[in-house]
């Protein structure tokens, strides 16, 4: 997607209105792992160690064609709240496969510790 298309997007009036209320309605939690979330503006009396970096996530992708579609972009039944570390793992799953396996010497997959 576009730099600028989503960057105009994202800093809409519309989109930072809906980015609130998913919040709001999951009380500041993330949706996938319920660890609470910073938003700024509503979180600010979270300590910085109790808090993780939320994001809201288009379940069904954001592109060029479908970035003005309120069905898809502000739709809440396609949002939800998750903290950064959720959603790098929906975006990079094999990035995170590296990072917690490894192979052993006879070359087998095995779980870091």
């Keep these: 997607m576009s730099y600028g298309i989503r960057k105009k997007f994202y800093n809409s ?11 709001l ?21 979270l300590p910085k160690g109790k808090r993780r970096t939320g994001i809201v996530h288009h379940k069904i992708y954001l592109d060029n064609f479908n970035v003005y579609d309120d069905s898809i972009a502000l739709d809440e039944n396609n949002l939800e709240g998750i903290c950064k570390e959720c959603h790098e793992k929906e975006h990079h799953q094999d990035q995170v496969t590296r990072i917690n396996y490894d192979f052993d010497e006879d070359g087998n997959l095995i779980q870091k510790n």
Excluded: E, F
């Design 13 to 23: 009036k519309a989109w930072k209105t809906t980015k609130n209320t998913i919040w």
């Design 25 to 45: 309605k999951q009380n500041l939690l993330c949706n996938r792992c319920h660890m609470p979330v910073y938003v700024d503006g509503l979180s600010d009396y």
